[in-house]
């Protein structure tokens, strides 16, 4: 299979401990996007990366949140000292800007958090 | 600020058409994507639009009005696999800004 993978896709985890998630992407695609999405609404932008850059970040990823792609190839999403606000799906996507028309981004199944 | 709004919920019957409406006020805009996510899945790519104008997939059809900034998604020939949330997602810069996703049931 050749799409978006996260790892895991479930976690459960008690407040205040850490966690981190994993995110492969589509080999060839050079941007990765983090995206958190609680029950009933669309997803929202995290942060995103080109490469192993991170070009931008949003509010929401207070800094308990970081992420990482330190070789352009696979990136990881860590949450410190996690709140039950955190509970969450995080979704990865991937997409290569000049490849098509439009800048598709391809998600992955997500990893979904609770907090206890 | 931003700003994406699509109704909560739609039911419809099977063999039906339903049109789901977006209107959007944000920032910047390169493009309005619609995206299909079944529950506990994954969002899945269904159609873009940067120019006005209508897009045709298939069952599946997206409008576009800039000038208005209003889409909408378009579903034909209902089917209950159709059962999903119907997601707008307007392209700012390089990120995607999304609406609460819309509910369709599709009824037998």
């Known amino acids: 299979d050749t799409g978006v993978s996260q790892d895991p896709r479930h976690k459960i985890t008690k407040r205040g401990q850490n966690v981190t998630f994993r995110c492969d992407p589509i080999?060839?695609?050079?941007?990765l996007y983090w995206y958190r999405q609680t029950l009933g609404q669309g997803p929202e932008f995290l942060t995103y990366f080109q490469n192993e850059a991170q070009l931008e970040k949003s509010r929401l990823l207070s800094d308990r949140f970081s992420a990482e792609r330190p070789k352009g190839s696979f990136s990881t999403l860590e949450i410190q000292r996690t709140e039950q606000g955190d509970s969450a799906m995080y979704l990865c996507?991937?997409?290569?800007?000049?490849?098509?028309?439009?800048?598709?981004?391809?998600f992955g199944p997500g990893t979904r958090l609770t907090v206890l | 600020g931003q700003n994406i709004d699509q109704p909560t919920e739609m039911t419809a019957t099977e063999g039906a058409i339903v049109q789901i409406n977006c209107t959007y006020q944000t920032s910047g805009f390169n493009g309005l994507f619609w995206y299909q996510q079944h529950a506990g899945e994954a969002p899945t790519f269904l159609s873009y639009n940067v120019l006005d104008g209508l897009e045709e997939k298939g069952r599946f059809s997206s409008f576009l009005s800039r000038s208005k900034g209003y889409s909408y998604l378009l579903l034909k020939e209902l089917q209950m696999k159709d059962s999903a949330s119907y997601l707008c997602a307007v392209s700012n810069t390089d990120k995607l800004i999304f609406g609460t996703g819309t509910r369709l049931q599709v009824f037998p």
């Open positions: 996507a991937s997409s290569s800007p000049g490849q098509g028309p439009y800048n598709e981004q391809f």
């Open positions: 080999s060839e695609h050079n941007r």
